[in-house]
């Protein structure tokens, strides 16, 4: 069937929505109409480099929608179900059915980029981006990325929640597991150190966050953070600390923030760092990287959507929307930071 996909044709280049040809789900696979896409900061960072053999490439991997069609052997979904999209996994490494399906062994399929999905009038476009490529009008999951929401809750809402969203909060919930009271210092407030935020104020938590954008700062402290300071501060020590800038100087200042035994979480796309090793071992200091909030999106998601009903996780605060056709916008809009999480929406 003919849809409507936002594809990248050169590597750093825009954006382009274009007609393309997409095939009838096979065994496994879940198509799904998409009703809301969030565009997350992994998007825009991999379009940059994405390798010239897989392009034309469909990016988007914070998908939401409806099931539109289910291949062979998909009992979990049935045509009209509403669905959130996450990341994908093979479900049968070790890692998988040890219960941390963000360390699937088989994980690089989530941005490597496959064929045979989508097809141009030109050709070949790559597509199953996290298992989705969810910036278009249609997407093909699997049982793995597919998460079951409320029939009535907003896919504007749901979308975000499954990369974003997820990494910042599952940062906190799952991994730091703060005690109430404890201060937590969240280097970048982008989408993913918001959603950190949230989510440690609802262990009441001292936050204390650390933005260069005056107005990411402001946002900060309207949802909550004890303080929201610029890049160079002086810190007060914390038993937490989340990078999500991914940035060597960040880190290094990171584990100097923190008290003795505290955690720092990488969660930022970053190269290489150093930090002083007596530091680390006299203060019996955790340095721990983190996907996806060692979420498994099947429990995480709807945990979320239940803490948002509750009114004790806010995430529309962060979220803009924009329509599909708007696609390049938001994510300039994202890049010179004058939007915290973008979100498609579809007629
Ligand atoms: N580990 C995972 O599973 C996972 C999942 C999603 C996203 N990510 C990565 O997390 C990172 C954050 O994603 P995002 O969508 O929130 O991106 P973002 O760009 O919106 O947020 C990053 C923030 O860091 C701020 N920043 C820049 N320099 C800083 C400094 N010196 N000190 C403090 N803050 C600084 C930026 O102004 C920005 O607000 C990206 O690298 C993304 O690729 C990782
Ligand atoms: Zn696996
Ligand atoms: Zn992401």
């Given at each position: 069937m003919l849809i409507r996909a936002a594809l990248v044709e050169q590597a750093g280049g825009p954006f382009v929505v274009r007609d393309v040809e997409m095939a009838s789900p096979a065994a496994g696979e879940i198509l799904v109409r998409i009703e809301a896409a969030g565009i997350c900061h992994t998007d825009l960072a991999l379009r940059g480099r994405w390798p010239?053999?897989?392009?034309?490439?469909?990016?988007?991997?914070?998908?939401?929608?409806?099931?539109?069609?289910?291949?062979?052997?998909?009992?979990?979904?049935?045509?009209?179900?509403?669905?959130?999209?996450?990341?994908?996994?093979?479900?049968?490494c070790g890692e998988c059915r040890g219960g941390r399906p963000a360390y699937c062994l088989r994980s690089l399929v989530n941005t490597q980029g496959v064929s045979g999905v989508l097809r141009s009038?030109?050709?070949?476009?790559?597509?199953?981006?996290f298992g989705q490529s969810s910036f278009a009008t249609h997407a093909m999951a699997y049982v793995s990325n597919t998460v079951t929401i409320p029939a009535d809750f907003p896919a504007v809402l749901a979308a975000p929640?499954?990369?974003?969203?997820?990494?910042?909060?599952?940062?906190?919930?799952?991994?730091?597991?703060?005690?109430?009271g404890d201060r937590v210092i969240i280097f970048g407030a982008g989408g993913v150190g918001l959603s950190a935020l949230l989510a440690a104020l609802t262990r009441s938590c001292e936050v204390i966050v650390v933005e260069p954008q005056p107005a990411r700062?402001?946002?900060?402290?309207?949802?909550?953070?004890?303080?929201?300071?610029?890049?160079?501060?002086?810190?007060?020590?914390?038993?937490?600390?989340?990078?999500t800038t991914g940035r060597p100087d960040v880190i290094?200042?990171?584990?100097?923030?923190?008290?003795?035994?505290?955690?720092?979480?990488?969660?930022?796309?970053?190269?290489?760092?150093?930090?002083?090793?007596?530091?680390?071992?006299a203060g019996g200091l955790n340095i721990r990287g983190v996907i996806e909030g060692d979420a498994v999106p099947a429990d995480f998601l709807p945990h979320l959507i239940e803490l948002q009903r509750a009114g004790r996780f806010?995430?529309?605060?962060?979220?803009?929307t924009y329509p599909f056709a708007d696609i390049e916008q938001a994510a300039q809009?994202?890049?010179?930071?004058?939007?915290?999480?973008?979100?498609?929406t579809f007629d």
């Amino acid at each position: 069937m003919l849809i409507r996909a936002a594809l990248v044709e050169q590597a750093g280049g825009p954006f382009v929505v274009r007609d393309v040809e997409m095939a009838s789900p096979a065994a496994g696979e879940i198509l799904v109409r998409i009703e809301a896409a969030g565009i997350c900061h992994t998007d825009l960072a991999l379009r940059g480099r994405w390798p010239a053999a897989r392009l034309p490439m469909v990016f988007g991997h914070e998908g939401a929608g409806a099931v539109e069609a289910v291949g062979d052997g998909v009992p979990a979904v049935v045509v009209g179900d509403r669905v959130c999209l996450s990341f994908r996994s093979c479900g049968e490494c070790g890692e998988c059915r040890g219960g941390r399906p963000a360390y699937c062994l088989r994980s690089l399929v989530n941005t490597q980029g496959v064929s045979g999905v989508l097809r141009s009038g030109a050709g070949p476009v790559f597509s199953g981006f996290f298992g989705q490529s969810s910036f278009a009008t249609h997407a093909m999951a699997y049982v793995s990325n597919t998460v079951t929401i409320p029939a009535d809750f907003p896919a504007v809402l749901a979308a975000p929640l499954g990369c974003g969203v997820q990494t910042g909060a599952g940062t906190i919930l799952n991994v730091l597991d703060p005690a109430p009271g404890d201060r937590v210092i969240i280097f970048g407030a982008g989408g993913v150190g918001l959603s950190a935020l949230l989510a440690a104020l609802t262990r009441s938590c001292e936050v204390i966050v650390v933005e260069p954008q005056p107005a990411r700062r402001d946002l900060a402290l309207s949802l909550g953070a004890a303080d929201a300071v610029a890049p160079g501060a002086e810190l007060p020590s914390a038993h937490h600390a989340v990078d999500t800038t991914g940035r060597p100087d960040v880190i290094t200042q990171a584990v100097g923030a923190l008290r003795r035994r505290g955690t720092l979480a990488l969660v930022g796309m970053g190269g290489t760092t150093s930090f002083d090793i007596m530091t680390v071992m006299a203060g019996g200091l955790n340095i721990r990287g983190v996907i996806e909030g060692d979420a498994v999106p099947a429990d995480f998601l709807p945990h979320l959507i239940e803490l948002q009903r509750a009114g004790r996780f806010p995430v529309e605060k962060l979220i803009t929307t924009y329509p599909f056709a708007d696609i390049e916008q938001a994510a300039q809009d994202t890049l010179t930071g004058k939007t915290v999480k973008p979100v498609l929406t579809f007629d």
